[in-house]
């Protein structure tokens, strides 16, 4: 019997929770971008699962869902550098 290609199995990962018991931090964030250093919380467990050949996720969102959607959607613009320059008169 052959293995399954680890990059064609869907990970799927809970996203939905309130973040009660963190609240402190879960105000402002939903709970899976609450970071863990410089990066959140959901960055580090799809890392993990990608560093073992997993590429397809599904994240089941619930509590602040538009947060998690926007840090991917605009995660590339975050991660690049930026510099503007004022112009000359």
Known sequence: MTQP???E??????CGGQGTRIREASEKLPKPLINIGPQPIL???????????YRRFILCLGYKAWDIKQ???RYEEMMSDLMVTGRSL
Request: hydrophobic share 50%; aromatic share 18%; glycine share 8%.
């Open 43 to 53: 960055w580090h467990i799809m890392k993990v699962y990608g560093a073992h050949g």
């Open 71 to 73: 840090y991917f959607l």
């Open 5 to 7: 290609n680890p990059s």
């Open 9 to 14: 199995i869907p990970v799927v990962i809970l």
